[in-house]
């Protein structure tokens, strides 16, 4: 059975940074992809970045761009998936979730269904 369990989350005022980590243990195929999504309440889940097993990093978001990175460490079946937040906006508030694909080598598209197992979210709050 995966699991992620993501961390890092908190509160930080506009122009600063945080990086999120998400710890991702039982994965049984060797070709994956670990992406990160954010919510805001009464909103659709969106995308932001993902990265696959090969460090093929996907952009989901536009609005994140020159801002946040991704990358990942780890082998085989213990894989941490970093999210690595600068300049952060109020606009970046959100939870923010990580999820898995596996059997593949380049990031699905953001479409919440085609990921299999999430995490339980870390709460970023950007204050103005």
């Known amino acids: 059975e995966v699991q992620l369990v993501e961390s890092g989350g908190g509160l930080v005022q506009a122009g600063g940074s945080l990086r999120l980590s998400c710890a991702a243990s039982g994965l049984t195929w060797d070709d994956y992809a670990i992406g990160w999504f954010r919510q805001v309440p009464g909103k659709k889940r969106e995308g932001v970045l993902c990265?696959?097993?090969?460090?093929?990093?996907?952009?989901?978001a536009d609005s994140v761009k020159g801002r946040f990175t991704i990358s990942r460490d780890g082998a085989k079946n213990t894989v941490t998936v970093y999210l690595e937040m600068n300049s952060l906006k109020p606009e970046d508030t959100a939870v923010y979730y990580c999820a898995e694909s596996q059997g593949i080598i380049h990031c699905p598209e953001p479409n919440p269904p085609l990921f299999s197992s999430w995490g339980q979210g870390t709460q970023v709050t950007v204050s103005s």
């Open positions: 990265i696959s097993s090969i460090d093929r990093v996907t952009n989901y």
